[in-house]
């Protein structure tokens, strides 16, 4: 299985069913079994889908301060949740490569599987909203011949990354490389380590 090219498909998958509702509060129409990849991966573009537009509300330079504050935190979170869900990702990887003994001589990989599919999650909603620009009737042609242009340079990158990201899982599965699952370990939303948190007086 080229696992790139499936993770492409659903991540088009749930971009698309997001936009039915293009609702940041619409739960996951996830249509994949619990326990397959396919699941994972389209629950993590979900989660990066309302990110995106969360992003783009709280640009908004009318925004009311104190929903900007609401969804700072909310975006803040949201940032946990997908760290969280790529590591769920590497972690799948690794069971899955479990009985596979690395060649002596094999190398280690700078970025994980993982981390690596987070990217392609990106650049599919990037490719997504790039489209959208083309299509604006609302814009004058140069905008859109940028954003044609701009879709062009993102479609290349999608079909390298895709390739790369294959060749990687085919490496690892025959022994060429090996992997690790490195936890973030981030520190401002843990009350234990941010000491805004820990020196918080009552």
């Known amino acids: 299985m080229k696992t790139a090219e499936t993770a492409n498909s659903v991540f088009d998958n749930a971009i698309r069913e997001y936009h039915i509702h293009d609702d940041i509060d619409f739960p996951s129409t996830n249509p994949y079994p619990k326990d397959s990849i396919e699941y994972i991966l389209f629950e ?31 975006i803040d979170r949201s940032n ?3 760290t969280d869900m790529v590591e769920e990702i590497d972690s799948w990887f690794r069971e899955k490569f479990a ?13 994980s599987p993982a981390w690596a599919l987070d990217r392609l999650s990106i650049l599919a909603l990037k490719i997504w909203h790039m489209e959208e620009q083309t299509r604006r009737e609302d814009a004058d042609s ?21 390739t790369a990201i294959d060749e990687l899982l085919e490496d690892i599965a025959s022994g060429r490389k090996y992997m690790k699952v490195y936890r973030q370990m981030k520190m401002y939303n843990d009350p234990a380590t941010n000491p805004v948190l820990y020196g918080k007086k009552d």
């Open 80 to 82: 946990q949740v997908r």
């Open 99 to 111: 009985n596979v003994s690395p060649d002596p001589d094999a190398k280690f990989n700078t970025e």
């Open 44 to 74: 993590k573009n979900w989660v990066d889908d309302v990110q995106w537009h969360l992003e783009d509300i709280i640009r908004d330079p009318n925004i009311d301060p104190v929903e900007a504050l609401a969804l700072k935190r909310r």
């Open 142 to 162: 140069q905008h859109v011949e940028r954003c044609r242009a701009k879709l062009e340079v993102l479609l290349e990158q999608r079909s390298d990354l895709t």
